[in-house]
């Protein structure tokens, strides 16, 4: 049996792209595949950008409720928040007296920062890095190997920081034998969900539609999807439409077959529009009502969360102990 693990973003309220292209196919994977699951929320990592305790807690709750709203079974998947591990900590400490620093000056994220501010001709190529900044592979590592995990599904960006933690692991288990779980990726296949103008869906953007808003509001977006300037009886392409794109997502494959025929005879923008809200709106509505139920009432989310925090760390504590005996030759 394989232990998959995946850390979450605590990015506050996820847009259709997260929810397709993530949330959607972990859950789905969990509950209905064989292995151990470990999905958690990376409360910690997103420190090194927010320094507002409540903005920090407001988008776990956000993440924590949109996952449990969107049918996680939480029997099957341990689902916890970093924070509640405090032996990831005590971890990353023992990964970090054992990576070298140059591995960390490789990491994508940090040396992309020192380009940026060698572009800007900063004196200081370290402007604005901080150490966190440096060492989030490190606590990323820790998060991964703490649990034994095997597979690690992550997006093509998180490549190397798994990688790396597998480095650690190697090292870590040439010099004290094979003390870690060596992981490996797995890259999810990426889709492409175009937002509102066509790119990919994406906050920075300002193109995305949130994965739970008012009816009123997503209909609204949906109107807004960028179109061509073709009749409402002219015949039009399902190649490059976006709202035909949108709409597979959401629907089996006769609803498209009839969608797609409609586009061939002539329907209007505002018709599929319409008919492409009717189709989110059903898939989620479900859904956004139990977001909105746990939102209002925390104290389900908490529980929840605590009751992951203890089975993952009923797993987390015997990896310590025998870290700590391996390691430092501590007994207890
Ligand atoms: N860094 C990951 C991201 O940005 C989140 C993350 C933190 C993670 N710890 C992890 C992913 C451990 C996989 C395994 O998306």
């Not at 969608?259 to 018709?271: D, L």
Request: charged letters at 25%; a neutral charge; proline letters at 4%.
């Amino acid at each position: 049996m394989k232990t998959y693990l995946t850390g979450i973003q605590a990015t506050g309220m996820p847009h259709l792209g997260n929810y397709l292209g993530a949330i959607k196919p972990a859950i789905d994977f969990s509950n209905s595949s064989e292995g151990s699951f470990f999905y958690f929320i990376a409360d910690y990592h997103s420190l090194n950008s927010v320094k507002d305790p409540k903005l920090i807690s407001e988008q776990t709750y956000e993440v924590a409720a949109t996952w449990l709203a969107c049918g996680l079974d939480t029997e099957k998947a341990v689902f916890y928040k970093q924070s509640d591990i405090p032996e990831i900590f005590e971890l990353t400490w023992i990964l970090n007296c054992h990576i070298p620093k140059g591995d960390l000056n490789r990491a994508h994220s940090y040396k992309a920062k020192i380009q940026t501010n060698e572009e800007a001709g900063k004196k200081d190529i370290d402007h604005g890095v901080n150490a966190g900044l440096f060492t989030y592979p490190v606590l990323m590592a820790a998060d991964i190997l703490l649990f034994n995990t095997n597979i690690v599904p992550v997006g093509k960006d998180q490549v190397q920081h798994v990688e790396m933690a597998r480095s650690i692991a190697q090292r870590i288990n040439v010099h004290y034998g094979n003390v870690l779980i060596e992981p490996q990726e797995s890259l999810s296949d990426a889709k492409y969900i175009p937002g509102l103008d066509g790119r990919k869906m994406s906050k920075s953007y300002g193109n995305s539609i949130p994965l739970f808003c008012t009816e009123k509001k997503l209909k609204k977006l949906c109107n807004k999807i960028t179109t061509d300037s073709s009749g409402p009886d002219d015949p039009k392409s399902t190649e490059d439409s976006l709202i035909f794109d949108l709409y597979k997502y959401f629907s089996n494959s006769s609803d498209v077959e009839s969608f797609a025929k409609k586009f061939q005879e002539g329907i209007s923008w505002g018709h599929a529009k319409a008919e492409l809200f009717e189709k989110i709106n059903s898939e989620i509505s479900g859904y956004r009502e139990k977001f909105d139920y746990l939102i209002n009432n925390r104290e389900i989310i908490d529980q929840e969360l605590r009751n992951g925090a203890k089975k993952a760390r009923a797993v987390a504590g015997k990896t310590i102990k025998s870290l700590r005996k391996n390691i430092m030759g501590l007994e207890s």
